[in-house]
Nanobody
């Protein structure tokens, strides 16, 4: 059974930082592209960041470029999202996701096969 478990969310003031983690079990982690998405109340789920299998290539939404960093540790089956200079508009539930079939990181939710349960990030002004 494939499981993706996120952790690290919480409440932070604007300008602060959080580090999200997502640990994967039930699959060979190094074979999957990984992505982080987020969903704010009343909005569609949106792509935040993605990373290639080896970790050598990363991709970001324009809204988070320069502030967020995605990374992975294939030895620990874990993908991370370091979030700096947080803004109130970053408030959302953050999800990690695994793409088992594509060769390039996708920004589309439908291309991802497995999802975590989500972790809440709230940024206060």
């Amino acid at each position: 059974q494939v499981q993706l478990v996120e952790s690290g969310g919480g409440l932070v003031q604007a300008g602060g930082s959080l580090r999200l983690s997502c640990t994967v079990s039930g699959r060979t982690f190094s074979r999957d592209l990984m992505g982080w998405f987020r969903q704010a109340p009343g909005k569609e789920r949106e792509f935040v960041a993605g990373i290639s299998r080896s970790g050598s290539s990363t991709y970001y939404a324009d809204s988070v470029k320069g502030r967020f960093t995605i990374s992975r540790d294939n030895g620990k089956n874990t993908v991370y999202l370091q979030m700096n200079f947080l803004k109130p508009e970053d408030t959302a539930v953050y999800y990690c996701a695994a793409d088992t079939s594509f060769n390039l990181v996708s920004t589309r939710t439908r291309d991802y096969d497995y999802w975590g349960q989500g972790t809440q990030v709230t940024v206060s002004s």
